[in-house]
C-alpha cells in the first residue's frame, strides 16, 4: 500500500512539473492594457525588494544603505536615485540624477547610472507591471560573469 501511495504522489509531482513547464509564461514584458511601459516604469517610486546572483538570493548580502534607495523614472527620459533614509557615505548627495530610455523594442532598459558594482547600464526588463519591476543583467563577480536578477516594487 505504501508503495503504491509513493508511486501516485510521485506521479503526481512529475505532472504537476510537466504541465507548470508548459504554461505560458505570466512574467512577460507586456504592459496591462492601456498601459504603456513608459507609463508602468514611471506612475510612482521603485524601492528594493530583491536580489539573485545565478539563481542564489544575495538580499542579505546587500547593505540596509544600498536596500533602502529609492528610484524615480520621469517620463521625459530623466530621473534620480535618492539615497533613501540611510546613506552608506555620509559624504555622498542625497539625491543623484540619471537619464533612462528603453531599446531594442522596449526589452532593454538602459540607465545612464551604473546601479550596481561590477554592473553595467542595461537591464534587459524581465517583468514590468502595475506593481513589480524585475530586471537582469550579467556582473562580474570575482572576475566571472554572473547573472543578476533584482526586483524593484512600488
Given at each position: 500500500m505504501k508503495k503504491q501511495i509513493l508511486s501516485l504522489v510521485f506521479c503526481l509531482a512529475i505532472s504537476i512539473i510537466f504541465f507548470s513547464g508548459c504554461q505560458k509564461n505570466d512574467n512577460t514584458t507586456t504592459p496591462p492594457a492601456g498601459k504603456t511601459k513608459t507609463q508602468l516604469v514611471t506612475q510612482s517610486t521603485w524601492k528594493f525588494s530583491s536580489a539573485?546572483?545565478?539563481g542564489s538570493d544575495v538580499s542579505a548580502f546587500l547593505q540596509a544603505c544600498q536596500k533602502d534607495?529609492?528610484?524615480?523614472?520621469?517620463?521625459?527620459?530623466?530621473?534620480?536615485?535618492?539615497?533613501?533614509?540611510s546613506k552608506c557615505n555620509s559624504g555622498d548627495p542625497q539625491t543623484n540624477p540619471f537619464t533612462w530610455n528603453f531599446a531594442?523594442?522596449?526589452?532593454?532598459?538602459?540607465?545612464?547610472?551604473?546601479?550596481?558594482?561590477?554592473?553595467?547600464?542595461?537591464?534587459?526588463?524581465?517583468?514590468l507591471s502595475e506593481t513589480q519591476l524585475i530586471v537582469s543583467q550579467v556582473i562580474t563577480v570575482g572576475g566571472s560573469p554572473q547573472n543578476a536578477v533584482v526586483t524593484f516594487i512600488h
Open positions: 539573485t546572483v545565478s534607495n529609492i528610484l524615480t523614472f520621469v517620463a521625459a527620459g530623466t530621473g534620480t536615485v535618492d539615497e533613501g533614509p531594442s523594442s522596449e526589452t532593454i532598459l538602459h540607465i545612464s547610472a551604473v546601479l550596481f558594482a561590477g554592473g553595467s547600464s542595461d537591464f534587459t526588463l524581465v517583468t
